[in-house]
């Protein structure tokens, strides 16, 4: 493809086949060089091929039917990075990352990525859920529910092998509860300058608990613990619109229902009492662990049933709508296997009862044995962003320690789907993640 850019001809296309048995590409473009490309990688997604020149002939051989264009290749000014979905995450020293939940961020472009992640030690959960026999231990002990911390990793490109553990998250001495704590997230507040973080507080306080610092990198100082406006809040996400309006997408807690509410302007607390505003309950019940973006003018909503640290996974409903407070439209399951036709308000976590004395019974069809964690956006050279789906994989551990559980990565491809008005559509069709496949390795373009 250089060798292509380079030429005094205004076509950018690679004319290749396979050689030797598939694993050689020869190339050819309007040059007087004939390429031999190893192929390195390939999937039928486009973005997932890798390819690097193994030898440049000076000999110009016939031109032949397959062909690549510029856009159909690899971002050469982006960097290819492999992850392992069956291997466990290692840091500098290759010790296993204890990193699981939270979010990724990169805050300023080229920069470093930072990883704010949950811990929850070296304990063995011994059990399918969090809930069920406590082995003579009080709930609150059982692993996953006593012992937490969170952490503020850094890497240059999160592969793995390269990411650094820089502190403790929360500032010592500022206030932050004695409790257990689930799902860190953090977000950058422009207005004030300050990096805002929420973790999900159990036994604590309130239902969140929030601290601030001035650098991406902490400590972060407690500032004070707060509930939802709506309803006592569980799992969660935080959402940054394109104007710094701040969105919690969140779980309530017993009935396990979704609604998203409008922050305050400071990013320290929900708005719904003042603005009297919220999306209202979304989509299907006994659901958590949400995921929220924003991509060409479509807000995106990600989650599904409960998963408890289940050792089978849930699934990933996909949700939008023009608004962040919605309404918002259900789509489709792209997270169960391709063969499993679900029961109008299923997912494939957990079981559960559902209205007219049915029961949502497809948990271990979900296809990444993962639950939902985050979806990284990664903005590309061409100004475009890429989508890669986290899921954490409980209880996936070779040595069966919890802190060693695994994660599943994916690389969402967005297909265009013809709908109509009742769907949430205004143009006759609308972009939604495409199902996803089991990949052993995946590669992200940084």
């Excluded at 004319?15 to 060089?33: E, M, N, V, W």
């Excluded at 206030?175 to 997230?185: Q, S």
């Excluded at 569980?234 to 779980?251: K, S």
């Amino acid at each position: 493809l250089q060798s292509c850019k380079t030429s005094q001809s205004a076509s950018r296309t690679l004319i290749c086949r396979p050689y030797k048995k598939r694993q050689i590409l020869r190339c050819s473009c309007p040059t007087s060089s004939f390429l031999f490309i190893q192929q390195v990688q390939y999937t039928k997604r486009r973005r997932t091929m890798r390819f690097y020149v193994a030898h440049v002939s000076p000999w110009l051989g016939s031109l032949f039917a397959v062909v690549l264009t510029a856009g159909d290749l690899p971002n050469v000014q982006g960097k290819s990075v492999s992850i392992s979905n069956v291997h466990p995450r290692v840091n500098v020293t290759g010790d296993i990352m204890d990193a699981h939940d939270g979010s990724y961020n990169q805050w300023t472009p080229g920069g470093p990525w930072y990883y704010y992640a949950m811990g929850y030690g070296l304990c063995k959960q011994g059990q399918e859920f969090c809930d069920g026999p406590t082995h003579g231990k009080p709930h609150a002990v059982q692993c996953g529910y006593g012992y937490s911390w969170i952490g503020v990793w850094r890497s240059t490109d999160m592969s793995n092998g390269s990411w650094t553990l820089l502190r403790e998250a929360r500032l010592e001495g500022s206030g932050w509860p004695d409790c257990v704590y689930f799902r860190v997230h953090v977000v950058y507040n422009e207005k004030t300058s300050l990096y805002v973080l929420w973790a999900n507080l159990n036994g604590g306080p309130a239902d969140y608990a929030i601290g601030t610092s001035t650098s991406p990198e902490g400590p972060f100082a407690f500032v004070h613990a707060v509930h939802p406006g709506r309803a006592s809040g569980g799992d969660f996400d935080l959402f940054v619109d394109d104007n710094a309006d701040a969105y919690l997408i969140y779980t309530q807690r017993g009935v396990h229902t979704m609604q998203v509410e409008p922050l305050t302007e400071d990013y320290l607390g929900s708005a719904a009492n003042i603005t009297n505003h919220s999306s209202g309950v979304i989509g299907n019940a006994f659901v958590e662990a949400p995921a929220m973006f924003k991509r060409k003018g479509i807000y995106y909503a990600l989650f599904d049933n409960c998963c408890c640290f289940c050792g089978h996974g849930s699934g990933i409903g996909v949700y939008t709508a023009f608004h962040p407070l919605g309404p918002w439209t259900y789509h489709d399951n792209i997270g169960c296997q391709k063969n499993t036709s679900l029961t109008p308000g299923c997912g494939c976590g957990m079981n559960h009862p559902i209205p007219g004395g049915k029961t949502c019974d497809f948990y271990g069809d979900s296809l990444t044995k993962a639950q939902q964690n985050f979806v990284i956006q990664i903005k590309q050279a061409d100004g475009s962003i890429q989508h890669v789906w986290t899921g954490d994989r409980w209880q996936s551990a070779d040595d069966g320690i919890k802190a060693h559980d695994k994660q599943y990565w994916a690389v969402l491809d967005f297909v265009s789907i013809a709908c109509s008005a009742e769907q949430g559509c205004v143009a006759g069709t609308i972009d939604l993640p495409a199902q996803l496949s089991w990949d052993d390795q995946i590669y992200i373009t940084v």
